[in-house]
């Protein structure tokens, strides 16, 4: 089944307590995104990558870093997480670039920091 | 002038009605256009593109309109299950996708 996986799903830590929040795609897409969703604001990019070693930032990368060595999984990495990065968080992927083909997103990550 | 605008709702409407959104973009040369459905805590899903010349599918249509620079969805003959959140995506190119902040639907028996 053609699907973008994410984990963890739920996340409950504390500040300044590094994490990592996986993505894996089975489909062969260049292109993968992370976005950060919160009530009012709708969804926001914080990083995106147009293949392999290459990564840019979105719209909001501030206290987020992220790699692609592989094709498939762009792991998302909070080194110190704050609370104002308290949010629900979604890998997508899409074909190529990011413009003319539809985006699969993975199930969210609901993130806490307290 | 934000880059893409819609209207939160929520949208209350009876099951059979017919509800349409609007969405307007600041950029006149975003390219692409979709909209995506979410579901309450769920991730979006692609709805439809949105062409030149409009399409439609089933129930619903989506129409664009550079020289305003708006896109738009019709929902016909609404059902308790298009109940959801609808969200406007635009295009520029190769640049990131820009997303609306989103249209709440609710479909009411």
């Known amino acids: 089944e053609a699907q973008v996986t994410q984990n963890p799903r739920y996340l409950i830590t504390v500040t300044g307590k590094k994490l990592t929040v996986t993505c894996s795609q089975n489909?062969?897409?260049?292109?993968m995104s992370w976005y950060r969703q919160d009530p009012g604001l709708g969804l926001r990019q914080i990083y995106y990558?147009?293949?392999?070693?290459v990564t840019d930032k979105g719209d909001v990368p501030e206290g987020y870093k992220v790699s692609r060595k592989e094709k498939r999984n762009f792991p998302l990495i909070l080194e110190s997480p704050s609370p104002n990065q308290t949010s629900l968080y979604f890998c997508?992927?899409?074909?190529w670039g990011a413009g003319a083909f539809e985006q699969y997103f993975g199930p969210g990550t609901r993130l806490t920091v307290t | 002038r934000k880059e893409v605008e819609q209207d939160p709702g929520p949208f209350n409407v009876p099951e059979g009605a017919t509800v349409a959104f609007n969405c307007t973009y600041s950029n006149s040369a975003s390219q692409s256009f979709f909209w995506y459905r979410q579901d309450c805590r769920k991730e979006p899903k692609l709805l439809m593109s949105?062409?030149?010349s409009g399409n439609e599918d089933g129930r619903f249509t989506a129409q664009l309109n550079r020289a305003s620079q708006y896109i738009s969805l019709l929902i016909r003959d609404s059902k308790l299950s298009d109940s959801a959140t609808y969200l406007c995506?635009?295009?520029?190119?190769?640049?990131?996708?820009?997303f609306g902040k989103g249209t709440r639907l609710s479909v009411i028996a």
């Open positions: 995506v635009v295009n520029s190119g190769n640049t990131p996708l820009v």
């Open positions: 949105v062409y030149s």
């Open positions: 997508a992927s899409s074909l």
């Open positions: 990558s147009m293949n392999v070693e």
């Open positions: 489909m062969n897409h260049e292109y």
